[in-house]
């Protein structure tokens, strides 16, 4: 008998005669979405309404915001370098457009490739369909669409109101807005494909490294953009912003204007759909936007039978591949963490001290919980620690109250990720003891001390982060020793406040069906929770906020009021800090007594 | 209908299945043993198709599960330890979209999944979502699903595991009776006395070998001193081989 073939090729079974055709398997798929998508629908605007509504408002809002933004920005253009069709403008929209679209395209590529992993290669659901007779092309395009789909809204979101913007402000013509969804969906599509390509290829060849690889292009590409950013503003501070400092930085980006760039097609096409008629009756816009738009779908379709093939050649074997890897065994050991941890918790009680230890066990040795508290927190040290210009210019008191609001902004952005992080790691927490409530609520350990537990779990571990970065933010916009403090003691009731939040709400809403934390923190609890996190960091940063910048603004007024005089304003801090101080008290004891009430009277 | 030929399966260094050799026929239910490790899921999922033998072949009819993974799978019907449901689907919408990836034309699919939901009693929660489903449920619905297409083979892993004493029976009975009817089944299972109730055979795997394969007469002739119940004829092969 013939390997991997028939042994005859007469003996077709009528089980495999009777088996769809390719177009009839990609409409059974699309009936798939389709019923579980309405599901979907059905659900969210039944149960989750308060998470529907939040999404679509905050997006609605953030499109709109951007929208303003960038119509002021071309606005601005428009007055101060030239309308459409001079030369300057050209220039000066086509370095924003490149650039923006070279940084968008890049991350499409990596955000794609990453999400077919997890669709293809880390999903239950491939393997469900594995065992079905499905063409391997079929199933690649399948999980490619959710891949193309789920890396590719945040684009449409932030592209949409930029162009929408330039075509208002520059009167462009109908075209502009027919070609506009297609240009941009093929586009999208380009990056994507190429990072499904990728991603295909990379498991297939490399299925023993991968983790090193990926780690070592992350690291790559990280160092670049660095390097690049850094690169790009290394420029002597008098020229910041000038016309020097443009026309360096104009050439330096020359990579970002390539012409086979699909970054390049796209702003081209957009540039010529929204550039005003000439008089030469040969110069003809839409048509040369048109050109730009036929290589960008052409180039789409190209990418997408590109997927389909490398799929079907090397999915299933990229497959085997990374199944024919030997399981890791980890031996479970204690760290320097853990000793460390250990000896600051002495003071504790010992259940509390184990608990917690447990805790700290659980998240060190789960990569998915720190690795996201890494890259966030990472992402942020990057921008605190560039973020020293405005020492230049320290005698000008405008500057003075910028660094101030700068550095209550930079408090809030610290507050808003602890909070991200509260509801999504934190809030779970006691759900996911439903499953090992058999082992904990039989141990003679109080119930109040499980909770208490969790409690300083969190807030003792968000502190140390917090108010390091908090305190690097403002060592490097060299703001005032008062300020320091004032920074030091909200950074600490943020994270008390924000602790004691998640936790409370956690033991009072828990959900002991739900397995994935992911899926927990988006009930209505979790954004319940989300929701009065990011009202109380608002409202502690603003109540000292205010006070300070208004003690600066004091200064460069000859005769401030008399509410704003020196004074008062050290008074109107010290109430700022109070407020917030009783404020804090009451978001982390009243949810913290009703979580606590709860989890007592909680059978599971 | 099954035939592993020289199968070896390593997972880098750790080898799983070792130069397996086994053949199931038509109308036989066979039964694979083993303690766990022993190398029966990942039997399994090379026959159908999850996993690739790292030398020698599986052939599923006249089909290289290899070569032909499309054809391999549309004679099989699987049932995994750990199934696989969507959750946001019915249990009706869940039979059909596998119906549909078999081939059944619409007006068959119907038939089948009316079918199927008669013989595994899921009338009263085939329009609710899967994801209400109590384990039992769960399990019905995949046998359901495995059964939807009436495959030559059917290939189950540890399917009595979470099942109530009627769902027990109910399945047992089904097994058994689709040998009777000419078809293939391939089970592997740790419930001894089920094994010894239904199988036709057995096949027993230690550390990756197939260190017994045959009737439990046979087995009985092989170990004599053991006793009368394939568990004690069965832990008396494990120790033999320990030694």
């Known amino acids: ?107 499409l590529i990596f ?93 297939n060849r490399l299925p023993h490294l991968r983790r090193i690889v990926v780690g070592i292009l992350a690291v790559a590409v990280i160092g670049a953009a660095y390097f690049s950013i850094w690169r790009s503003l290394n420029i002597s501070n008098a020229d910041l912003l000038g016309a020097a400092w443009f026309k360096e930085t104009f050439h330096r980006f020359e990579f970002t204007r390539g012409e086979w760039l699909p970054s390049t097609w796209l702003s081209n096409g957009l540039l010529d759909a929204a550039r005003p008629l000439s008089q030469d009756p040969n110069d003809l816009p839409w048509l040369e936007s048109g050109k730009y738009l036929i290589v960008l779908v052409s180039n789409a379709l190209f990418f997408h039978v590109m997927v389909t093939w490398v799929g079907k050649q090397v999915f299933r074997s990229s497959y085997f591949g990374l199944n024919a890897r030997q399981a890791r065994e980890i031996k479970a050991s204690l760290t320097w963490i853990d000793r460390l941890a250990l000896a600051l918790l002495k003071p504790l009680n010992k259940e509390t001290r184990l608990l917690i230890t447990k805790d700290l066990r659980l998240f060190r040795r789960d990569p998915v919980q720190w690795s996201q508290f890494l890259i966030f927190f990472g992402l942020l040290l990057l921008y605190f620690a560039n973020i020293d210009r405005f020492r230049q210019h320290r005698a000008d008191v405008s500057v003075q109250t910028w660094v101030n609001v700068v550095s209550f902004l930079n408090l809030a952005v610290v507050g808003l990720i602890l909070s991200t992080f509260t509801t999504r790691f934190i809030y779970p927490l006691i759900s996911l003891e439903g499953r090992r409530f058999w082992i904990l609520g039989r141990l003679p350990v109080k119930r109040d001390t499980i909770l208490w537990g969790k409690f300083l779990f969190a807030a003792c571990g968000s502190l140390l982060p917090c108010s390091g970065l908090v305190f690097i933010s403002d060592v490097m916009l060299n703001v005032s020793p008062m300020v320091v403090l004032v920074h030091q003691i909200i950074c600490l009731l943020l994270c008390i406040g924000l602790s004691g939040m998640a936790v409370g709400l956690g033991a009072l809403m828990p959900n002991f069906r739900e397995q994935s934390p992911s899926k927990i923190a988006a009930g209505f609890g979790g954004t319940l929770n989300l929701v009065l996190s990011a009202l109380y960091i608002m409202i502690v940063v603003l109540l000292t906020a205010l006070p300070c910048h208004f003690y600066l603004l004091s200064y460069g007024t000859e005769i401030p009021p008399r509410m704003l005089q020196s004074g008062f304003l050290k008074l109107w801090l010290g109430l700022g800090i109070g407020s917030s101080l009783i404020l804090a008290v009451l978001v982390t004891v009243l949810p913290m007594r009703s979580g606590l009430k709860a989890f007592r009277q909680l059978e599971v | 209908m099954i035939r592993f030929e020289h199968v070896t399966r390593a997972y880098g260094n750790r080898v799983a299945v070792s130069d397996l050799n086994l053949n199931v026929g038509q109308g036989e239910l066979l039964a694979l043993l083993g303690h766990n490790g022993a190398g029966k899921t990942t039997t399994l999922k090379m026959l159908v198709g999850l996993l690739r033998p790292s030398s020698g072949s599986v052939h599923v009819g006249p089909y290289s599960v290899v070569g032909h993974p499309r054809e391999a799978s549309s004679l099989i019907g699987y049932v995994p330890d750990q199934p696989y449901l969507y959750d946001k689907l019915s249990g009706r919408e869940f039979l059909e979209f596998v119906a549909d990836m078999y081939g059944l034309t619409a007006v068959e699919a119907r038939d089948a999944v009316t079918r199927e939901a008669e013989r595994f009693q899921l009338g009263d929660f085939l329009d609710q979502l899967t994801e209400s489903y109590s384990h039992g449920m769960r399990q019905r619905t995949v046998f359901a699903a495995a059964l939807i297409h009436q495959p030559k083979i059917l290939v189950v892993d540890e399917p009595m595991v979470g099942l109530d004493p009627h769902s027990i029976r109910l399945v047992k009975d089904l097994l058994r009776s689709y040998a009777d009817h000419g078809k293939t089944v391939l089970m592997s299972t740790h419930t001894l006395s089920i094994a010894e109730e239904i199988a036709n055979r057995v096949a027993v795997m230690k550390t990756g070998q197939l260190v017994f394969e045959g009737q439990i007469d046979t087995l009985r002739s092989q170990v004599p001193a053991a006793g009368d119940s394939l568990e004690a004829l069965y832990l008396a092969l494990m120790e033999e081989m320990d030694f």
């Open chain 1, 111 to 203: 955000s794609a490739g990453i999400i077919l992993y997890g669709g293809l290669y880390a999903s239950r659901e491939t393997s469900f369909l594995m065992t079905l007779p499905v063409r391997d092309s079929r199933l690649v395009f399948f999980r490619f669409q959710e891949a193309l789909l789920f890396s590719s809204w945040g684009f449409f979101l932030l592209a949409s109101p930029m162009m929408v913007a330039y075509g208002l402000v520059v009167s462009a013509r109908w075209y502009y807005y027919a070609y506009l969804p297609v240009m941009m969906v093929s586009f999208a599509y380009i990056p994507c494909a190429l990072g499904a390509i990728i991603c295909l290829l990379l498991m």
């Open chain 1, 1 to 107: 008998m013939r390997e991997n073939g028939l042994a005859k090729s007469t003996e077709r079974t009528s089980e495999t005669l009777r088996l769809p055709s390719h177009e009839r398997e990609g409409q059974i798929f699309w009936k798939l979405r389709w019923h579980v998508g309405q599901t979907q629908l059905k659900y969210l605007l039944q149960h989750a309404r308060l998470r529907t509504s939040l999404v679509v408002g905050l997006s609605l809002l953030f499109w709109v915001g951007l929208f303003l933004l960038f119509y002021s920005g071309f606005e601005f253009v428009v007055d101060n370098v030239g309308p459409p069709g001079a030369a300057y403008h050209a220039q000066t929209v086509q370095f924003v457009f490149t650039l923006f679209f070279i940084s968008l395209q890049i991350m």
